[in-house]
């Protein structure tokens, strides 16, 4: 993995950095600076079998393996005494 050099890194709201391992996968890294957060995406991913592979592909064919199903109704019944 390569070093990154954060010296000279403009402070802005949302700073995007990419870091590369391997080649296999591909990571997005987004700070969030008024969160005091950061969030890593993935951009691609490693396939069990050891190939990379789109993240956004990747997540297309498990939905479609396992469709979302929609919440139910999240009211409560309202017993009156």
Not at 25 to 33: F, I, P, S, T
Not at 46 to 70: D, K, N, Y
Request: with cysteine; charged share 25%; aromatic share 6%.
């Amino acid at each position: 993995m390569e070093k990154i050099d954060f010296t000279g890194v403009e402070q802005t709201m949302l700073t995007t950095l990419y870091l590369r391992a391997c080649g296999l996968e591909e990571v997005m890294l987004a700070r969030d600076e008024s969160a005091s957060m950061v969030w890593g995406i993935e951009q691609t991913v490693r396939m069990p079998t050891g190939e990379p592979r789109p993240a956004a592909e990747t997540l297309a064919f498990r939905r479609r393996l396992r469709p979302v199903t929609p919440p139910g109704d999240p009211r409560a019944p309202v017993a009156y005494r």
